[in-house]
């Protein structure tokens, strides 16, 4: 077990003066899945009236409204987590077993469904084909994550929140976002449900405890075959007790931390700020 505090601090600033906003903030966890949420809290800023509700992925959202003139807009979410993950059972179901499970759940049937920003060039196909060949679906998915990993680089500032699969292979580089898309996409591409998921990673594997780190806004992936299995793309990691989990969707559209609309000026500068201090 380890309990985690996470300090995620994020917002615009605007080229000038803006006369109202409309946003929505995913960026609180939920409990649940080998995680219990002990406090969490968002202060908004300049002062406004926020409405809380879980959206239909399962994800806690505060959407809100700001009617005054502002000339930037500042985000603090803080919550500590307790975290304690159980090992996934293995082996799973077999390939006609997952078809059949997936045909009649439609949690399933939304996450085999490709997206813009998930749709796979022929390459990742034909990686994810050869991946997962003479493998059940457990072991496929897990072979298949491995095989994106090691064709992609993490290189940040390649890529946008935009950017496709496609691109991001193209490109042979990316964020976890981008390595998370391609995941989806290769994994889906052979009959494997797949999701994304968004949520912080703790980066010193040492896992210190006292010490604040700077930490990330990180993206993975959960598969189904039989039950739902995380795995950590970007770090040919297991999901762990240096995970937490803030939200689903099919891809990262779904779950971005902070978005919204505006009126006033066009030019508008997004910050973020992650602090991670293990307490337990």
């Given at each position: ?9 994020t ?7 803006v ?6 903030a995913?960026?609180l966890?939920?409990?649940g899945?080998g995680?219990l ?5 968002l ?24 009617l005054?003139?502002h ?5 603090t979410?803080?919550s500590?987590?307790e ?7 293995e082996p ?6 997952l078809?059949a ?9 939304e ?16 990686l ?20 994106v990993?090691e ?7 390649v ?8 691109e991001?292979?193209?490109?042979g580089?990316?964020?976890?976002q981008d390595?998370?898309?391609i ?13 994304y998921?968004?949520g912080?990673?703790?980066?010193d ?8 780190v700077t ?5 993975w992936?959960?598969?189904?075959c039989g039950s ?9 990691l ?8 803030v939200g689903?969707?099919?891809d ?8 919204g ?7 508008s ?11 337990a």
């Amino acid at each position: 077990m380890s309990r985690l505090r996470v300090r995620h601090v994020t917002g615009y600033r605007y080229g000038g003066q803006v006369t109202r906003s409309y946003n929505e903030a995913r960026m609180l966890p939920s409990s649940g899945d080998g995680q219990l949420v002990l406090t969490a809290g968002l202060e908004i800023s300049p002062m406004s009236g926020s409405h809380g509700y879980v959206d239909y992925w399962g994800t806690r959202v505060n959407s809100f409204e700001i009617l005054t003139p502002h000339e930037g807009l500042s985000l603090t979410a803080t919550s500590l987590v307790e975290v304690t993950r159980q090992p996934h059972e293995e082996p799973g179901l077999d390939r006609e077993g997952l078809a059949a499970a997936a045909a009649a759940s439609v949690a399933c049937q939304e996450q085999l469904e490709q997206t813009p920003l998930t749709a796979p060039p022929d390459e990742v196909r034909e990686l994810a084909a050869q991946a997962a060949e003479g493998l059940e679906p457990c072991a496929a998915a897990l072979a298949i994550c491995r095989a994106v990993h090691e064709r992609m680089v993490y290189m940040a500032g390649v890529t946008g929140v935009q950017s496709t699969a496609q691109e991001s292979w193209a490109q042979g580089r990316g964020v976890c976002q981008d390595i998370a898309h391609i995941a989806l996409g290769a994994l889906r591409s052979v009959g494997v449900p797949a999701r994304y998921v968004s949520g912080y990673l703790h980066p010193d594997p040492a896992f210190p405890l006292g010490v604040t780190v700077t930490g990330e806004s990180h993206a993975w992936v959960e598969w189904y075959c039989g039950s739902w299995r995380g795995y950590d793309p970007t770090n040919d990691l297991e999901i762990g007790e240096r995970h937490v989990l803030v939200g689903r969707g099919r891809d990262y559209s779904d779950v971005a931390p902070l978005r919204g609309i505006y009126a006033g000026p066009s030019g508008s500068r997004l910050f973020v700020e992650v602090e991670i201090t293990r307490e337990a």
